[in-house]
């Protein structure tokens, strides 16, 4: 059936060529024009990168740039297929755009774990010191998921998966069986999945499976044992199997929840320490006497990954997350959060005296005494809460609260960049790949910012959602993958990594050396502490007076921090 579409009388379509021509460079102009005013009113931006190969094989890098209040602007696309991409290249292209924003703007440079953008990173926070070096914490989180599922006993389990799985996939007569079942016991989630090679906590979603749908194979095996091969009657007779899905179950479910959170949009550094303690918490609490050698190598595995991404970013935002109070860390550990806090003020370009007060303030946050006393609200974030306090303190001398707000406007994530590679490859497709880069920079800086601005863009569609759920509706493809996308392995080989594949075991995870890990295994609870703020404000009206004088003072953080915690 044809449909015959009428417009008012002298109306006629646009053409192609205007769509894509005159009218999308008016939109794009305007759309530049609103990213411009945005950056110029915002400060603590973090901006992040990422490289890809479209179908011409030709690189392409995006380059992202991220506000406190989470929007994501896409800057700009670049092809350096004639360029070698060195370290030196990557930062030369950061530089320059950190140049024409303006350097004192940002905070922080996120990117993925590639030898190239980590030597990048290096050199743009040598560059510019304000400018803080991170990597992309849910790509270190997908590494821990992988090594989890090198280590034989996982790989067993996922071996007797995929045997389980590929024979419900090719036997038509399996698989119908399989669906009836699972509609008999009114199951909802779907059949049995297969995991994506790149995107390693997909392996929770497919054993999750096994657990789910437990009833209705056991329901086959018995009733119609015909119709299944003798290795699917034998894996599924043992009982251990399924306990041991259950243990593997167990542990990467925290990886998954990790890394969903981690992508999100409104994910801060303090949530990816958080997530580590999770994971970390539930490896503590694996079996000693079944499962002991699984037990300590996903330890040796934790501990391994920790050491290469830990950073007191994190532990600080940690610390200054007001849900979570002095009950948490192990004894000795706010000494080193107060010199590591003390060299990022350096950074920042702080006075000495400024480092003073920021430690003395630190002291004062730690037992909650004014002005940091007030509640915090499960409802609000942790932005919210500090920017509550700005006014408790003399214009300028807020100093935690400055340094707070820094590492909480931080996005710690480059997710944004593989997202811009999934709306690409839908707009290249397989019949587009002429389409000029500008113009798939345009059209895509058009998405980009409808995505950051969909409530305010969107109002009918909003109507009743907040920004978060209606960013959370136009991102959901990428984080939660359809059945067709899940690729077919017909065989298991995890061990795809050059780095040595010998699995080490121990015993005790190195978190417990900085935090009570037994805090985490429960619901979170709130403790109240207090200390005099005497000594802090004799050194403030003494900072104050000197402050006057616009004079410095000699300077040794470790004997102020010594001198701190000799008096806690």
Same mark, same amino acid.
């Given at each position: 059936?044809?449909?015959?579409?009428?417009?008012?009388?002298?109306?006629?379509?646009?053409?192609?060529?205007?769509?894509?021509?005159?009218?999308?460079?008016?939109?794009?102009?305007?759309?530049?024009?609103?990213?411009?005013?945005?950056?110029?009113?915002?400060?603590?931006?973090? +901006?992040?990168?990422?490289?890809?190969?479209?179908?011409?094989?030709?690189?392409?890098?995006?380059?992202?740039?991220?506000?406190?209040?989470?929007?994501?602007?896409?800057?700009?696309?670049?092809?350096?297929?004639?360029?070698?991409?060195?370290?030196?290249?990557?930062?030369?292209?950061?530089?320059?755009?950190?140049?024409?924003?303006?350097?004192?703007?940002?905070?922080?440079?996120?990117?993925?774990?590639?030898?190239?953008?980590?030597?990048?990173?290096?050199?743009?926070?040598?560059?510019?010191?304000?400018?803080?070096?991170?990597?992309?914490?849910?790509?270190?989180?997908?590494?821990?998921?992988?090594?989890?599922?090198? *280590?034989?006993?996982?790989?067993?389990?996922?071996?007797?998966?995929?045997?389980?799985?590929?024979?419900?996939?090719?036997?038509?007569?399996?698989?119908?069986?399989?669906?009836?079942?699972?509609?008999?016991?009114? +199951?909802?989630?779907?059949?049995?999945?297969?995991?994506?090679?790149?995107?390693?906590?997909?392996?929770?979603?497919?054993?999750?499976?096994?657990?789910?749908?437990?009833?209705?194979?056991?329901? @086959?095996?018995?009733?119609?044992?015909? *119709?299944?091969?003798?290795?699917? *009657?034998?894996?599924?007779?043992?009982?251990?199997?399924?306990?041991?899905?259950?243990?593997?179950?167990?542990?990467?479910?925290?990886?998954?929840?990790?890394?969903? *959170?981690?992508?999100?949009?409104?994910?801060?550094?303090?949530?990816?320490?958080?997530?580590?303690?999770?994971?970390?918490?539930?490896?503590?609490?694996?079996?000693?006497?079944?499962?002991?050698?699984?037990?300590?190598?996903?330890?040796?595995?934790?501990?391994?990954?920790?050491?290469?991404?830990?950073?007191?970013?994190?532990?600080?935002?940690?610390?200054?997350?007001?849900?979570?109070?002095?009950?948490?860390?192990?004894?000795?550990?706010?000494?080193?959060?107060?010199?590591?806090?003390? =060299?990022?003020?350096?950074?920042?370009?702080?006075?000495?005296?400024?480092?003073?007060? @920021?430690?003395?303030?630190?002291?004062?946050?730690?037992?909650?005494?004014?002005?940091?006393?007030?509640?915090?609200?499960?409802?609000?974030?942790?932005? +919210?809460?500090?920017?509550?306090? =700005?006014?408790?303190?003399?214009?300028?001398?807020?100093?935690?609260?400055?340094?707070?707000?820094? @590492?909480?406007?931080?996005?710690?994530?480059?997710?944004?960049?593989?997202?811009?590679?999934?709306?690409?490859?839908?707009?290249?497709?397989?019949?587009?790949?002429?389409?000029?880069?500008?113009?798939?920079?345009?059209?895509?800086?058009?998405?980009?910012?409808?995505?950051?601005?969909?409530?305010?863009?969107?109002?009918?569609?909003?109507?009743?959602?907040?920004?978060?759920?209606?960013?959370?509706?136009?991102?959901?493809?990428?984080?939660?993958?359809?059945?067709?996308?899940?690729?077919?392995?017909?065989?298991?080989?995890?061990?795809?990594?050059?780095?040595?594949?010998?699995?080490? =075991?121990?015993?005790?995870?190195?978190?417990?050396?900085?935090?009570?890990?037994?805090?985490?295994?429960?619901?979170?609870?709130?403790?109240?502490?207090?200390?005099?703020?005497?000594?802090?404000?004799?050194?403030?009206?003494?900072?104050?007076?000197?402050?006057? @004088?616009?004079?410095?003072?000699?300077?040794?953080?470790?004997?102020?921090?010594?001198? +701190?915690?000799?008096?806690?």
């Amino acid at each position: 059936m044809e449909y015959e579409f009428k417009f008012g009388n002298g109306y006629t379509p646009p053409s192609h060529e205007v769509l894509s021509g005159r009218l999308l460079s008016q939109e794009i102009a305007n759309i530049n024009l609103k990213i411009i005013q945005k950056l110029n009113y915002s400060k603590n931006l973090t +901006i992040a990168c990422d490289g890809w190969t479209n179908n011409l094989n030709e690189s392409i890098w995006n380059f992202l740039i991220y506000t406190p209040d989470r929007c994501e602007y896409l800057w700009c696309l670049k092809n350096l297929s004639n360029e070698s991409h060195t370290g030196v290249l990557i930062a030369e292209e950061i530089k320059k755009i950190i140049e024409t924003i303006g350097s004192e703007k940002f905070s922080a440079i996120t990117t993925d774990a590639g030898s190239n953008v980590q030597n990048a990173r290096q050199l743009i926070s040598a560059k510019f010191p304000n400018i803080l070096n991170l990597r992309c914490i849910p790509h270190a989180i997908n590494l821990i998921s992988k090594d989890i599922c090198n *280590i034989p006993f996982a790989n067993q389990i996922l071996t007797k998966y995929n045997t389980l799985v590929t024979y419900f996939k090719k036997s038509h007569q399996a698989g119908a069986a399989l669906k009836e079942e699972i509609r008999k016991f009114n +199951i909802i989630g779907g059949g049995l999945k297969q995991w994506v090679n790149t995107r390693w906590h997909t392996v929770y979603e497919c054993v999750n499976s096994i657990i789910r749908l437990k009833e209705p194979l056991e329901n @086959l095996r018995y009733n119609s044992p015909e *119709i299944l091969s003798q290795a699917v *009657i034998s894996i599924l007779h043992s009982r251990a199997f399924f306990d041991d899905v259950r243990v593997l179950v167990f542990i990467l479910g925290p990886v998954k929840k990790a890394i969903t *959170i981690l992508e999100s949009r409104s994910c801060n550094l303090a949530d990816c320490f958080c997530e580590l303690i999770h994971l970390g918490a539930s490896i503590n609490k694996l079996s000693l006497s079944d499962h002991s050698t699984f037990r300590k190598q996903c330890i040796a595995i934790f501990n391994k990954r920790y050491n290469e991404f830990a950073d007191p970013l994190y532990l600080l935002c940690f610390f200054l997350h007001p849900q979570y109070n002095e009950s948490y860390w192990a004894h000795g550990t706010f000494r080193e959060l107060l010199l590591a806090a003390d =060299e990022i003020f350096k950074k920042m370009g702080k006075t000495n005296i400024s480092r003073r007060d @920021l430690l003395y303030q630190m002291k004062l946050y730690c037992t909650r005494e004014l002005p940091f006393n007030i509640s915090y609200s499960m409802s609000e974030t942790p932005l +919210i809460w500090w920017f509550s306090l =700005e006014d408790s303190f003399p214009k300028n001398e807020d100093y935690l609260v400055q340094f707070a707000l820094k @590492l909480f406007s931080i996005v710690p994530h480059a997710a944004g960049c593989e997202r811009v590679w999934s709306r690409l490859e839908w707009l290249y497709g397989l019949r587009r790949n002429r389409l000029a880069l500008h113009k798939i920079e345009n059209m895509h800086k058009l998405a980009s910012y409808y995505y950051s601005h969909a409530k305010h863009e969107l109002p009918y569609f909003g109507i009743e959602k907040t920004n978060t759920e209606v960013f959370d509706i136009l991102v959901d493809e990428y984080l939660n993958l359809d059945e067709d996308d899940f690729v077919e392995i017909d065989e298991v080989d995890l061990n795809e990594s050059e780095e040595d594949t010998n699995l080490s =075991e121990e015993t005790d995870l190195l978190l417990n050396n900085i935090l009570n890990l037994n805090r985490f295994e429960d619901e979170f609870e709130d403790d109240d502490l207090s200390m005099d703020e005497d000594y802090y404000n004799e050194n403030r009206e003494e900072t104050s007076s000197t402050n006057q @004088l616009q004079e410095d003072i000699d300077w040794d953080p470790i004997e102020e921090v010594d001198k +701190i915690i000799k008096n806690i």
